[in-house]
C-alpha cells in the first residue's frame, strides 16, 4: 500500500478513513486530528495553561507531546499511587519523558498523603478500583484549581469514549449521557476538562507512540482485572472490522444529536455542593468528602 499524501510506502493502514501513511504523513494525520477535536469542541486556546493528566501510559504521553509540539502551555501531573513495582515502574516513565523533552511536571505521593493504595485496598471492603479512581480524579482537580491551571486534560481516546458511551446507553443513563463529551466545563469548584484525543483511536495512538519513540509504561497494576469496558472495547473491534469508521460515526453522531436530547436532565438533576469540613473540597456527601473519609479510615483502623 502506497502512502496517501506523498506516495511512499505506508506502514500504518487505517480502514475507517478508507486510507494508509508513510510514518511521517501519519504523525500529520494525527496532529490534524488532534487539531480538529480541539477546535470543533472548542476545548482551549492557546492562551489556557493546561495540565495533562500522566499515568505512564502511551495516550497520556503521546497527548503531552503532541500538545506540546503545537505550542500549547502544557505541565505534566503524575499521581504517585505507592502500588509496589507498578507506581515506580510508571514515575520512571513519567519522569524521563518530561527530562528527555524538557516538559515541567508535578507529581503528587499518596504515600504523604496518607492515601498510599495498598494501605487503602486493606481498609476497605468494596473494590479498590473506584476509591482509586476517586482519589486519583481528587488531587487531579485539586492541583488544576490550587496552582491556577485553567484546564485538565486527560488521554481518553475514541475507544475510551466509545466504550463508556455503549455503558451509558446499555443503561440509559441520563444523567450521565447528558455530560459525557471532550470538555466538561468547569463549575462550583471543578476544573474544566478535556479529552483532545477523542478523535483517534487506541491503535492510531498507539502508533503515534511508537513512531514518535515513547517508551510506555508496562508494568500492570496488581489490583486491576477484567474490567466490563474492556469487554465492550472488543465488541466495538469487532464491529469496526466489519464496518469501519463505525465508531467515530457512533460518537458524532452522539455529540451532534444524542447529547442535546439528554441537555434538560443535567439541569434538572443538579446536586447541591458544599465545601467539605477538612479540606475544603466540593462534596454532595455530607460534611466530609469521600477522599478525607478514606484518608480519616486509613489513618484510624477501627478493628
Ligand atoms: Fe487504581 Fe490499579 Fe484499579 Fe487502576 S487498576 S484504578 S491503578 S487500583
Ligand atoms: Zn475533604
Given at each position: 500500500m502506497k502512502c496517501k499524501r506523498c506516495k511512499a510506502t505506508a506502514v500504518v493502514s487505517l480502514p475507517s478513513h478508507n486510507t494508509g501513511f508513510c510514518p511521517d504523513c501519519f504523525k500529520l494525520f494525527f496532529s490534524r486530528q488532534v487539531e480538529r477535536g480541539i477546535h470543533e469542541q472548542k476545548l482551549f486556546t492557546h492562551d489556557?495553561?493546561?495540565?495533562?493528566?500522566?499515568?505512564?501510559?502511551?495516550?497520556?504521553?503521546?497527548?503531552?507531546?503532541?500538545?506540546?509540539r503545537?505550542?500549547?502551555?502544557?505541565?505534566?501531573?503524575?499521581?504517585?499511587?505507592?502500588?509496589?513495582?507498578?507506581?515506580?515502574?510508571?514515575?520512571?516513565?513519567?519522569?524521563?519523558?518530561?527530562?528527555?523533552?524538557?516538559?515541567?511536571?508535578?507529581?503528587?505521593?499518596?504515600?504523604?498523603?496518607?492515601?498510599?493504595?495498598?494501605?487503602?485496598?486493606?481498609?476497605?471492603?468494596?473494590?479498590?478500583?473506584?476509591?482509586?479512581?476517586?482519589?486519583?480524579?481528587?488531587?487531579?482537580?485539586?492541583?488544576?484549581i490550587d496552582e491556577g491551571f485553567t484546564v485538565l486534560a486527560t488521554g481518553h481516546n475514541l475507544d475510551d469514549e466509545v466504550a463508556r458511551l455503549f455503558s451509558n446507553t446499555l443503561r440509559w443513563d441520563a444523567a450521565y449521557l447528558s455530560d459525557q463529551g471532550p470538555g466538561l466545563d468547569s463549575e462550583d469548584g471543578f476544573t474544566r476538562k478535556v479529552k483532545p484525543l477523542w478523535r483517534l483511536t487506541e491503535?492510531?495512538?498507539?502508533?503515534?507512540?511508537?513512531?514518535?519513540?515513547?517508551?510506555?509504561?508496562?508494568?500492570?497494576?496488581?489490583?486491576?482485572?477484567?474490567?466490563?469496558?474492556?469487554?465492550?472495547?472488543?465488541?466495538?473491534?469487532?464491529?469496526?472490522?466489519?464496518?469501519?469508521?463505525?465508531?467515530?460515526?457512533?460518537?458524532?453522531?452522539?455529540?451532534?444529536?444524542?447529547?442535546?436530547?439528554?441537555?434538560?436532565?443535567?439541569?434538572?438533576?443538579?446536586?447541591?455542593?458544599?465545601?467539605?469540613?477538612?479540606?475544603?473540597y466540593p462534596t454532595s456527601s455530607g460534611s466530609t468528602c469521600g477522599v478525607c473519609r478514606i484518608r480519616d479510615a486509613v489513618a484510624n483502623p477501627k478493628d
Open positions: 489556557d495553561r493546561i495540565l495533562v493528566a500522566l499515568s505512564g501510559g502511551k495516550d497520556s504521553l503521546a497527548l503531552m507531546l503532541e500538545l506540546s503545537q505550542g500549547y502551555n502544557v505541565t505534566g501531573l503524575h499521581i504517585d499511587l505507592a502500588i509496589p513495582v507498578s507506581s515506580p515502574a510508571a514515575r520512571g516513565v513519567v519522569e524521563r519523558f518530561c527530562a528527555l523533552h524538557g516538559l515541567p511536571l508535578i507529581v503528587k505521593e499518596m504515600a504523604n498523603e496518607g492515601l498510599a493504595i495498598p494501605a487503602v485496598k486493606e481498609r476497605l471492603t468494596r473494590p479498590i478500583c473506584s476509591a482509586c479512581g476517586k482519589i486519583k480524579r481528587y488531587y487531579f482537580n485539586k492541583t488544576a491503535f492510531e495512538t498507539a502508533n503515534y507512540a511508537f513512531l514518535m519513540g515513547i517508551e510506555h509504561h508496562y508494568a500492570p497494576c496488581p489490583y486491576s482485572k477484567g474490567a466490563s469496558f474492556t469487554f465492550y472495547k472488543t465488541l466495538w473491534q469487532q464491529l469496526e472490522e466489519t464496518m469501519p469508521g463505525r465508531k467515530l460515526d457512533f460518537y458524532q453522531g452522539f455529540l451532534e444529536r444524542g447529547r442535546p436530547a439528554f441537555a434538560h436532565v443535567e439541569a434538572t438533576t443538579g446536586m447541591t455542593l458544599a465545601p467539605c469540613e477538612t479540606c475544603g
